[in-house]
């Protein structure tokens, strides 16, 4: 089992950046495949970036390709999502997510088993 603390949310001004943390419980940190999901008011969880334990494989959600990376520091537990050229439409509550199922579509919430409580990130125009 694992338990996820996300960090580092807060308000930006557009075209700002701002890095969000994970930070993982447990000795199988580096184990576990993880992602950050986003949502926003009114809409659905939507898949933002994933990366495999080995930092051998990673995705990104389309919306924010090109702008945003995922990183990890399995020595520290850590987890790490950059987030540059940020856009109103950025706005959400962003999730730390982690699993050991192997195979599937990395972007499908079911797929992970562990969530974070969430940060706000908000993006003034």
């Known amino acids: 089992q694992i338990q996820l603390v996300e960090s580092g949310g807060g308000l930006v001004q557009a075209g700002g950046s701002l890095r969000l943390s994970c930070t993982g419980s447990?000795?199988?940190?580096?184990?576990?495949?993880m992602a950050w999901f986003r949502q926003a008011p009114g809409k659905e969880r939507e898949f933002v970036a994933a990366?495999?334990?080995?930092?051998?494989?990673?995705f990104y959600g389309g919306s924010v390709k090109g702008r945003f990376t995922i990183s990890r520091d399995n020595a520290k537990n850590m987890v790490y999502l950059q987030m540059n050229s940020l856009k109103a439409e950025d706005t959400a509550v962003y999730y730390c997510?982690?699993?050991?199922?192997?195979?599937?579509?990395?972007?499908?919430?079911?797929?992970?088993?562990?969530w974070g409580q969430g940060t706000q990130v908000t993006i003034s125009s």
């Open positions: 990366i495999s334990w080995s930092v051998g494989n990673i």
């Open positions: 447990g000795r199988a940190f580096s184990t576990y495949a």
């Open positions: 997510a982690a699993t050991r199922r192997l195979g599937g579509d990395r972007g499908v919430e079911a797929l992970y088993d562990y």
